[in-house]
């Protein structure tokens, strides 16, 4: 069965959320506490929503030291899966695991709403069981959730084909719309929508287990 | 006694030094509280105990004025596992969990700050919740603000939004819904209210009771500073005293709003959730309004032991803090465990881990002996647990003996003038349709900058009749039931009967529930209120409670908790009567969404309940949202007969629980007819879904726009069937139209595209706001 770490930062609040959902898929899901160093024998990693460490300095810019992010940085070397939903996504930026970072809404305020995403690449963990083109309806929750990035990088993005997922109507001001993004390879994935929130229609939408079933059924991508 | 003499004289409070003969009244004591202080202790108090009287004893803590009408609330059912007195009240939901729910105002704080103020209020009221051994799993907010057109409002209401937001997402609890009122009533005296609902499994059920000679008292989470002090005094019990808008906000009063920090409450929690699960706590309760001295008093009383409390231990934020500083702080953030010492080792661990500071500040101590033999217990403070003791006072005497007033109550003199000014039969101006656009405003603005869906259990979110969401959580057992959840107020109504307008209020809350097929179960209620030495007020108090028991009586419904907030008042003028109901629903099998507003091309619509009101007007115009727009405030309400609106109720909820139990049927959509009328319950479906409707007939504006609880429009599919059920209910329906086309037509009233009325609804706040 394929063992899932879900990492706790203090302040992280979608831990819950995120292992009930990869349970809900058949996964085994592990809570993974931040001053932890070893990723144990997971075969994937989430990195929750939240505030992590209170959001405090700007979101994800004090959750990269915790000592897991180590841990966490050797493993995506190695291939494995992460993933970064929400606050995860903006810890992944801030670790530079994942290129870009995530800055305010373009609105100036916290935006909780259904979003219809639009999968752009499925040359990801994330997206690799769905089709280009394909629409879903995920939901965002976030303040800072604006993705940007300097020429040189979006022009490196495109060019790898890294551009995962792009909102249809474009919430909060992010460049190209995007929503999600993956390192080249693929195994490491942050989107800001949290596919978690889309498991059932009796919640409003099950569009993300397209996306988390892509994601507990990778296997760690060779070099 | 000799060992307090010689102690300074004056003590330094909210910046006013004050000489000992009037240090009370500094403090918000009255020269004859100062006397039952004195009889209490046999003896003059010192500086010290003058301060713990003072906020103990204050209106916010005490309920000295309304305590005695507060006892003629129906509080007891079968189901309910912990009435009214604790940090919240409980209920038995099933399948081994218990729901514990609580509802707070914070209005003069956020009077002054909105943006922590609103946070704070937030803060304090899931302290109450996970001081029962609930996670917290929900937060609702009802909202009170001026008319928009003030600059100072619009500042108001974007603060306390963003305060909810700021703190609320933090520290992961979803806000569900709320409610938003503006009138200019509240325009110097905004109303936040906040409940709050957390669920638990049955045995990890905690209470704030203090027990085990020898047990230390430890508190948990943030240092203690010096803001917040006089809160529940100075702030929370006395009115503002300026007359003109934004001046008569007493900036002295600042340093008494509290600073939040959801940070640490999120690691509070979850440290104090982790220690109840662990079975490392005895008893424990929350720091909220007034401090130390409140917890450790209430919990020592509960459990007749004394406590003796070391200041020197309280972690300080800052130095030179005095001990009646350290003990009345209301910093936030901060939770009070009774724990063994075996434990300390371990509690400590836990902790450690969630960054989350311990200190023992008191032991759980014998009662004294005194020298007539009998056993007090006493809430010793001290400097160092065998040092010097600052203050000795029976602790039942400041957390239960606060003087029980029966203030003066007397029907406004002019009330008769009032109800005889009846708006019902003016006779119809202007034009229906720009009367209903101007009625409508979507809250999405403010409810879309809250996480409302943590947790995965909202079925219903904000902007419906009531929120519902599955009855699941994080170490819960599992169970299929969902709980249901509405706030609901009507100060139009209560301004013109207090009475018949609390009872009304507490039906369109069993209604909303209804709507998402839930039954009721208990009520809290937040009755906001002016200035109770207005001798009006104290009568409008009295007759809400007695409309909030009658309604409660006849539905069922026991409360189970509350809180009473007073002195809303600027200027000498008091806010209108504004008792806020929190109603608990269950759903008994959740497995299918309500049909909500939903309705589909061809569908009959039917009006489920009595047409017309009970009393002498059929659609009685008296306390609507339309008259008020037009400046109208008189009239006869309603009359409230509970009698003809259980059916319905039992009915409607029925038919949607079916649903929600995954049974197919021909109900399609359902929504409560409440504030502004049936035309606006109409219009709002109509824009969730995008289409028309066709109403052939209507009894002029006043079916529009009256206000009486007890109908629903359904819409149906099979209107046969339907009705067919409604009657063998012997519930009454009226078949109105026909769901179709992109216009609603209301009778020859109302012809207004549902582009038009969907434009308005979404920018009118935004608008309103100077946003959009």
């Not at chain 2, 009774?338 to 008191?362: L, Q």
């Not at chain 2, 656009?437 to 979110?461: A, C, H, I, K």
Request: glycine share 12%.
């Amino acid at each position: 069965m394929t063992r899932i770490g879900v990492v706790v930062f203090p302040g992280s609040n979608c831990e819950f959320d995120a292992a009930h959902a990869v349970e809900e898929l058949g996964a085994t899901a592990e809570f993974i506490f931040h001053t932890s160093t070893s990723l144990g024998d997971a075969d994937g990693v989430i990195l929750p929503g939240g505030f992590a460490h209170g959001d405090y300095l700007r979101p994800g810019a004090l959750a990269r030291f915790s000592p897991v992010m180590t841990a966490v940085a050797a493993f995506a070397a190695a291939g494995g899966p992460v993933l970064g939903i929400c606050n995860g996504f903006q810890v992944l930026t801030e670790a530079g695991l994942l290129p870009g970072a995530l800055q305010k809404n373009r609105g100036l305020t916290f935006l909780c709403q259904s979003t219809t995403l639009v999968v752009s690449s499925t040359h990801s963990v994330l997206t690799s069981a769905s089709r280009v083109g394909t629409e879903l309806v995920v939901p965002i929750n976030h303040f800072s959730g604006a993705y940007t990035c300097d020429d040189d990088v979006y022009a490196s993005l495109v060019g790898h084909d890294q551009i995962v997922l792009r909102y249809r109507d474009n919430p909060n001001g992010s460049r190209d719309d995007i929503a999600g993004v993956a390192n080249e390879r693929g195994n490491v994935v942050g989107l800001m929508p949290h596919p978690e929130r889309a498991m059932s229609t009796l919640l409003g939408s099950a569009d993300g287990r397209v996306l988390l079933e892509s994601f507990v059924g990778a296997r760690a991508m060779a070099h | 006694m000799s060992r307090f003499e010689g102690r300074a004289p004056a003590i330094s409070f909210i910046g006013v030094s004050s000489p000992l003969e009037t240090l009370h009244r500094s403090l918000g004591l009255t020269d004859s509280e100062l006397d039952d202080i004195r009889r209490v202790l046999s003896r003059e108090p010192n500086p010290l105990e003058l301060a713990l009287y003072g906020v103990m004893w204050s209106e916010h803590c005490s309920y000295k004025s309304s305590r005695l009408h507060l006892r003629r609330l129906p509080s007891t059912g079968d189901h309910v596992l912990v009435g009214p007195g604790e940090g919240a009240g409980v209920i038995d939901a099933g399948d081994g969990i218990g729901v514990a729910i609580r509802i707070e105002s914070h209005n003069h704080p956020s009077a002054i700050e909105p943006y922590q103020g609103a946070a704070t209020g937030v803060g304090g009221i899931l302290r109450d919740v996970f001081s029962m051994g609930a996670r917290p799993l929900a937060v609702m907010d009802p909202l009170f603000f001026g008319e928009l057109d003030d600059a100072r409002t619009r500042w108001l209401v974007e603060g306390v939004v963003s305060g909810i937001s700021g703190y609320g997402n933090s520290v992961g609890v979803p806000t569900i819904g709320g409610e938003l009122t503006f009138d200019e009533c509240y325009s110097a005296n905004p109303l936040v209210n906040v409940l709050a609902v957390g669920a638990l499994p049955t045995d990890r059920l905690a209470l704030g009771v203090a027990s085990g000679i020898g047990n230390f008292a430890v508190l948990l989470g943030s240092s203690t500073g010096r803001d917040g002090i006089g809160g529940v005094s100075v702030l929370a019990s006395a009115g503002f005293s300026g007359d003109d808008g934004a001046a008569s906000i007493d900036d002295a009063k600042r340093p008494s709003v509290q600073v939040g920090d959801p940070y640490e409450e999120k690691r509070l929690i979850e440290a104090c959730l982790e220690l109840l699960d662990r079975g490392y706590v005895v008893g424990i309760q929350d720091l909220g309004g007034a401090g130390l001295v409140c917890a450790t008093s209430e919990t020592a009383a509960k459990g007749r032991v004394g406590m003796d409390v070391d200041v020197t231990a309280v972690p300080q934020r800052e130095r030179g803090m005095q001990p009646f500083e350290i003990m009345t702080s209301e910093s936030q953030e901060r939770m009070l465990a009774i724990i063994t010492p075996e434990n300390f080792d371990a509690v400590a661990a836990v902790c450690d881990k969630w960054e989350v500071r311990a200190s023992v500040v008191g032991h759980v101590v014998e009662p004294t002996l005194l020298a007539d033999g009998s056993r007090v217990a006493m809430l010793r403070v001290r400097n160092g647990f065998d040092g010097e003791v600052l203050a000795e006072v029976p602790a039942s005497s400041l957390a239960d003996d606060a003087p029980l007033y029966d203030r003066p109550r007397q029907r406004p003199a002019d009330l008769d003038v009032v109800l005889a000014d009846d708006p019902t039969t003016d006779e119809p101006v202007g034009d229906a349709a720009a009367d209903l656009l101007d009625l409508l405003m979507s809250p999405e603005w403010v409810y879309r900058q809250y996480d409302s869906q943590l947790f995965l259990n909202t079925v219903v979110g904000p902007g419906r009749d009531a929120a519902l969401l599955r009855l699941a959580g994080p170490g819960l057992p599992s169970s299929e039931r969902g709980i249901a959840l509405s706030t609901d107020s009507n100060p139009r109504w209560c301004a013109l009967d207090p009475r018949d307008g609390t009872a009304m209020t507490v039906a369109e809350g069993v209604a909303n529930l209804a709507c998402v097929g839930a039954t009721a179960k208990a009520v809290v209620n937040c009755l906001n209120f002016g200035n109770p030495e207005h001798p009006e007020v104290m009568w409008q108090l009295s007759e809400s409670v007695d409309g909030m028991a009658t309604a409660c009586r006849g539905l069922g419904l026991p409360v189970i908790g509350g809180n009473v907030s007073l002195y809303n008042e600027s200027g000498g003028r008091d806010i209108d009567p504004t008792p806020v109901v929190g109603l608990l629903g269950v759903v008994e099998s959740l497995v299918a969404t309500p049909p909500g507003w939903n309705w589909r091309e061809g569908d009959a619509v039917v009006l489920v309940g009595h047409r017309e009101a009970a009393g002498a007007q059929p659609f009685p115009l008296a306390g609507s949202r339309w008259a008020t727009k037009r400046g109208r405030r008189g009239g006869q309400l309603a009359a409230f007969d509970v009698a003809r609106l259980i059916s319905t109720f039992r009915f409607v909820s029925g038919e949607v629980a079916a649903i929600c139990a995954g049974a197919t049927s021909d109900v399609t959509a359902v929504h409560d007819v409440s504030g502004g009328g049936l035309a606006t319950a109409i219009a709002e479906m109509a824009s969730a879904t995008g289409l028309g409707v066709h109403v052939a007939k209507l009894e002029g504006h006043g079916e529009l726009f009256a206000e009486f609880p007890g109908r629903f429009i359904v819409a149906t599919s099979h209107t046969e069937a339907f009705v067919a059920r409604a009657l063998a209910a012997g519930v009454p329906v009226t078949i109105l139209g026909t769901v179709g086309g992109k216009t609603v037509h209301l009778g020859e009233l109302v012809s207004v595209t549902v582009a038009d009325i969907s434009a308005r609804r979404a920018g009118a706040l935004e608008e309103a706001l100077l946003l959009a």
